[in-house]
C-alpha cells in the first residue's frame, strides 16, 4: 500500500498531478520537490494567483491540499528516502548534441534522477515513470538501480500523463483512461496494482488499463502523434481548400460528422505547438529509424514537415496580403502562449510566425494576459538570430487588447479563445 509519495520535478505534469492526488486521497502524503529553488518558492506562495503553472482551477486545488498533505520543497533526498512511490515527473526535451541530435529524446535528467534514486533509498520502492519517454528507458532505469543502489528492491513502472495544457485539471480529474505498465512478474504485478489503488479512490477501475511496460511507453508517444496528425491533415486541407474555393471550416464539419472520424482536432489553426507533439514525434521518427523502418519514419516526419509549412505559410500570408512590404508597419498579435488557458509557450506558433515578420522589419504589439514580457523576450532570443537590441526596438508588449490592436495594419490571432 503506497502512504507516502515522492515527486521528483514540480513542472506541468509533477505539480498538477500531484495536487489532485493529494486532493482525491487524503490519507497519502505528497512531496513534490525541484532542484529550482524559486519554482518551489512560487509553489509556496501565499498568492495562490502566482503559482508557476497557470490551469483553471488549479489555484483551488493546491490551496486545499498544500500543508495538509501535499508539500513542495527542495529537498529531494527526505523526500526520496520517505517516500513508499517514487514518480520521475523531469524534462526530456529533444536531444542538441550527440547521437539523435534533433530527434531523440535526451534522458540526461531522467539517468540523474534514477542515480539519485539508488544512491539514497534504503527502503523498497516503486519507481514510476510520468515523464513521456522512449520505447525501453524502463529497463534502463531498472539497470541504474539495480547495479548502483543500495541492496534495496526497485519496481519501475510506467504511468504516462495523457493531459491537454489548459484543461489539466479536468483531464486528471475525470481521465479518459489511467495507463500503468509493469513487469508481468508477481512483483511487478504487485507493484502495478498498488498504483491502480491510489488512481482507484476517483478514477473507475474500468477506465484505469494495466499494461506490460513497453506497451505502456510506447502508447504515450503514439497517443500524442496521432492526435498532432489530425492536425497536420486539416491543415493541409486548408491550403487546398484557398486555391479551390472550399471553406475548410465547412469541409472539418462535413468529415467531422463522421462517428468513425469525429469532430475534435479539426480545426484548422496557424499549427501545433507545445513542449509534446513536435517532440514526441521526431522521438517516434527517431525509433523508427533506429529500428531501419524507414518507411514508417518518414510518414511520421511528414507531420513535422506539415506543420512548420502551415507557419511559415501564415506569416508569408500576411505579407502578401500586404503587397510584400511590411517593413515599418504595426502589427497586433493577440496570444503568446501555443493554446489557450495556459501560461506555457514551449513550440507556440506565435513565436515563428513574429520571428517571421521580424525578418521583414515589421513592428508587432504583443498582448498575452498570461505570459510575461520577460518570457516574450527570451523566447525570441532563443529563436532568433537578431540581438536582444533589435528584437526590443521592434516589438512592444503590452496589458491590452485594445491598445494592441489600435493603428494596426493587421491583427494576428494566434491563441484560440473559443
Known amino acids: ?66 500543508g495538509r498533505n501535499l508539500f513542495f520543497s527542495t529537498n529531494v533526498d527526505q523526500a526520496i528516502q520517505q517516500a513508499d ?20 529524446a535526451d534522458l540526461k535528467y531522467i539517468e540523474l534522477c534514477a542515480r539519485q534514486i539508488a544512491a539514497v533509498a534504503t527502503t523498497d520502492k516503486i519507481v514510476i515513470e510520468k515523464s513521456t519517454l522512449p520505447v525501453r528507458t524502463a529497463e534502463a532505469i531498472q539497470n541504474i538501480l539495480k547495479n548502483t543502489g543500495n541492496g534495496v528492491n526497485f519496481e519501475v513502472l510506467s504511468n504516462p500523463e495523457f493531459l491537454a495544457e489548459g484543461t489539466a485539471v479536468s483531464d486528471l480529474m475525470n481521465p479518459d483512461r489511467v495507463l500503468i505498465g509493469g513487469n508481468e512478474t508477481v512483483a511487478g504485478k504487485k507493484a502495478i496494482q498498488a498504483l491502480v489503488d491510489v488512481y482507484a479512490n476517483w478514477v473507475p477501475t474500468e477506465n484505469i488499463l494495466t499494461t506490460n511496460v ?42 467531422g ?56 505559410r501564415f506569416a508569408a500570408n500576411i505579407v502578401k496580403t500586404l503587397y510584400n512590404t511590411v517593413s515599418g508597419r504595426d502589427f497586433a498579435m493577440l496570444g503568446w502562449a501555443f493554446k489557450k488557458d495556459t501560461n506555457d509557450t514551449r513550440e507556440s506558433a506565435a513565436i ?13 504589439r504583443v498582448y498575452d494576459p498570461k505570459v510575461s514580457k520577460s518570457k516574450v523576450f527570451t523566447d525570441l532570443e532563443y529563436l532568433s538570430t537578431r540581438s536582444n537590441q533589435e528584437n526590443e526596438d521592434l516589438v512592444t508588449v503590452v496589458t491590452d487588447p485594445y491598445k494592441a490592436c489600435k493603428n494596426s495594419h493587421a491583427i494576428a490571432v494566434m491563441t484560440r479563445v473559443g
Open 1 to 66: 500500500m503506497i502512504k507516502n509519495i515522492c515527486c521528483i520535478g514540480a513542472g506541468y505534469v509533477g505539480g498538477p498531478t500531484m495536487a489532485v492526488i493529494a486532493n482525491k486521497s487524503p490519507e497519502i502524503k505528497v512531496h513534490v520537490v525541484d532542484l529550482n529553488a524559486q519554482r518551489i518558492a512560487d509553489w509556496n506562495s501565499d498568492d495562490f494567483s502566482k503559482l508557476p503553472i497557470y490551469e483553471p482551477g488549479l489555484d483551488e486545488i493546491v490551496k486545499a491540499t498544500r
Open 85 to 104: 512511490a517514487i514518480f520521475i515527473s523531469v524534462n526530456t526535451p529533444t536531444k542538441t548534441y550527440g547521437v539523435g541530435k534533433g530527434m531523440a
Open 214 to 255: 513497453w506497451s505502456s511507453e510506447l502508447s504515450k508517444l503514439t497517443a500524442n502523434a496521432f492526435l498532432a496528425q489530425r492536425v497536420s491533415s486539416v491543415n493541409a486541407l486548408s491550403e487546398l481548400c484557398e486555391h479551390t474555393g472550399a471553406d475548410i471550416n465547412e469541409v472539418s464539419r462535413a468529415i
Open 257 to 312: 460528422t463522421d462517428s468513425r472520424i469525429g469532430p475534435k482536432f479539426l480545426k484548422a489553426s496557424v499549427g501545433f505547438g507545445g513542449s509534446c507533439f513536435q517532440k514526441d514525434i521526431l522521438n517516434l521518427v527517431y525509433i523508427a529509424k533506429s529500428y531501419g523502418l524507414t518507411e514508417v519514419a518518414d510518414y511520421w516526419e511528414q507531420v513535422i514537415i506539415m506543420n512548420d509549412h502551415q507557419k511559415r
Open 352 to 364: 515563428y510566425v513574429c520571428d517571421e515578420l521580424l525578418n521583414e522589419r515589421a513592428n508587432i
